[in-house]
């Protein structure tokens, strides 16, 4: 079974600087990777994903990850973030072409801070 | 509008006293599923359902149920609720292959057991 893990649980940031949080995924076939956020009292929303092609993919408002299959990881990034991306940021992945379940990690809280 | 609604979105019950919160899609998804999140554990998958009449327990299924009569509701269903059911609980539903496996979620029901 596929597990993930986001080994930043708090960062905290001042507006302006750059962002990267890690997510490593453990399961040896393809997988769908995918990068959710969620702002204080919403649900989730899809930041990004990855099913197959160009390893850096680009998502709403700035953010991009890039899956690195050697190190399988699928690293969140964004060059300059600002106080209303302050939110949890949850990695996902699932098999690739199947129904088989999402397995999301334990999150990421981000502050950012004026 | 695609959207996956939930009801109730706030839910204040007592120990043992069954209670439903349903679920609706109307994107047509085959796939359908419920997570509770907590704090420093993420979303845990609960329960899903590939399709009308198919279900499977997820991760954390212990003390939950439920049906897939129709293709758009999925409901969750808590028997007897016990305090460490208190959570909030989202629902979640994809389509299947051809690249469509974004999982889209519904705005979270709180529930609290005394």
């Known amino acids: 079974a596929q597990s993930v893990s986001q080994h930043n649980h708090h960062v905290i940031l001042s507006e302006a600087a750059s962002l990267e949080l890690g997510c490593n995924y453990s399961?040896?076939?393809?997988?769908?990777l995918f990068w959710y956020v969620q702002y204080p009292g919403q649900h989730l929303q899809l930041l990004l994903k990855?099913?197959?092609?160009?390893?850096l993919v680009k998502g709403i408002k700035g953010f991009e990850a890039e899956f690195i299959k050697s190190k399988f990881s699928f690293n969140l990034r964004k060059p300059s973030v600002q106080w209303s991306d302050t939110a949890e940021y949850f990695c996902?992945?699932?098999?690739?072409?199947?129904?088989?379940?999402?397995?999301f990690g334990t999150g990421t809280k981000l502050q950012v801070i004026p | 509008e695609a959207q996956v609604t939930q009801n109730p979105r706030y839910l204040i019950t007592v120990t043992g006293k069954k209670l439903t919160v349903t679920c609706s899609q109307n994107?047509?998804?085959?796939?359908m599923s419920w997570y509770r999140q907590d704090p420093g554990l993420g979303l845990r998958q609960i329960y899903y359902?590939?399709?009308?009449?198919?279900?499977d327990k997820g991760d954390v299924p212990e003390g939950y149920k439920v049906s897939r009569k129709e293709k758009r509701n999925f409901p969750l269903i808590l028997e007897s609720p016990s305090p460490n059911q208190t959570s909030l609980y989202f629902c979640?539903?994809?389509?299947f292959g051809g690249g469509q496996e974004t999982q889209y979620f519904g705005p979270g029901t709180r529930l609290l057991v005394l």
């Open positions: 979640a539903s994809r389509a």
């Open positions: 399961y040896g076939g393809t997988v769908n």
């Open positions: 990855y099913f197959s092609g160009d390893p």
């Open positions: 996902a992945v699932n098999v690739a072409g199947g129904y088989q379940k999402v397995t």
């Open positions: 994107m047509n998804h085959e796939y």
């Open positions: 359902s590939m399709n009308v009449e198919v279900t």
